[in-house]
């Protein structure tokens, strides 16, 4: 029979949460630090590899990206059909997404006066991924696993590449195709992870080994594997990222 004697927390990263520790546990569990993580390290990624390096232009698109991505996108997510089930208010959202958003595009807007205008297409395609994936709008048309991959994963990327060369050169477009892979395949784990975790009220069965053994299903069980590869990804991707932060700064 099921396995599911109580609900399971909305993600892996969760904590539980008690009435004295509410509210920071809900933020906590928005803000996904191990994606949100994941999807700078293309930012990171994507500066380093481009021919000059600038650290202060760096930290900007980082600032930028966890500010569009890691707070705007995640709270509209939120706002849009309550995924994780927290209990911060609608209109604070809505007043976060607004408020980081317009800081990351300011950032943006003192970008463009030095790396050039060709940044502000970033900057308007930014936006309409961010917005328009996670209110699912257009008819839902952007919300799909490809955008997922291009948006968290493709774009950080190129979007960094520019910020540092003002250009796009082949180097750029082949790493924005691994990055858009590993996006993909983080999608394809996260899908029915989270669907184990938010959508399913039991779990029935039982494995039957070769030598005859048995084992019951449970979505502990089910999740264990699709969890670990998420989380072995994540940190690799970390520390690649940092690991070429670390190896350009010693050029500057």
């Known amino acids: 029979m099921s396995d599911q004697a109580r609900?399971?927390?909305?993600?892996?990263?969760?904590?539980?949460?008690?009435?004295?520790?509410?509210?920071?546990v809900d933020w906590w569990v928005l803000l996904h630090p191990p994606?949100?993580?994941?999807?700078?390290s293309y930012v990171?990624?994507?500066?380093?590899?481009a021919p000059q390096f600038d650290g202060g232009r760096l930290a900007a698109t980082l600032l930028a990206f966890f500010l569009a991505v890691g707070i705007c996108a995640h709270a509209l997510d939120e706002l849009h059909d309550?995924?994780?089930?927290t209990a911060i208010p609608g209109w604070l959202l809505v007043a976060v997404?607004?408020?980081?958003?317009?800081?990351?595009?300011?950032?943006?807007?003192?970008?463009?006066?030095?790396?050039?205008?060709?940044?502000?297409?970033?900057i308007v395609i930014g936006v309409a991924l961010a917005c328009g994936y996670n209110l699912e709008l257009?008819?839902?048309?952007?919300?799909?696993?490809?955008?997922?991959?291009v948006a968290w994963g493709a774009f950080p990327l190129l979007t960094a590449y520019y910020a540092q060369a003002e250009t796009l050169r082949p180097a750029a477009a082949v790493a924005a195709v691994g990055a858009y892979?590993?996006?993909?395949?983080?999608?394809?784990?996260?899908?029915?992870?989270?669907?184990?975790?938010?959508?399913?009220?039991?779990?029935?069965g039982t494995v039957t080994y070769v030598d005859g053994r048995t084992a019951a299903l449970s979505a502990e069980r089910l999740l264990a594997p699709l969890e670990a590869a998420?989380?072995?990804?994540?940190?690799a991707t970390v520390a690649l990222a940092v690991t070429l932060v670390l190896f350009r700064s010693t050029d500057l």
């Open 97 to 122: 997404s607004v408020a980081s958003m317009t800081v990351a595009v300011a950032i943006g807007c003192v970008g463009v006066s030095r790396v050039g205008f060709g940044l502000a297409v970033f």
């Open 35 to 40: 994606y949100t993580l994941w999807h700078l």
């Open 82 to 85: 309550r995924p994780l089930g």
């Open 181 to 204: 892979w590993l996006s993909t395949a983080q999608r394809s784990l996260s899908t029915p992870a989270r669907i184990l975790r938010r959508r399913t009220a039991s779990v029935d």
């Open 138 to 149: 257009f008819g839902g048309r952007l919300h799909s696993d490809a955008t997922f991959a």
């Open 44 to 49: 990171a990624i994507g500066a380093t590899i």
């Open 230 to 235: 998420l989380r072995a990804t994540a940190w």
């Open 7 to 24: 609900p399971l927390p909305p993600a892996f990263y969760a904590v539980p949460a008690t009435s004295t520790r509410r509210a920071w």
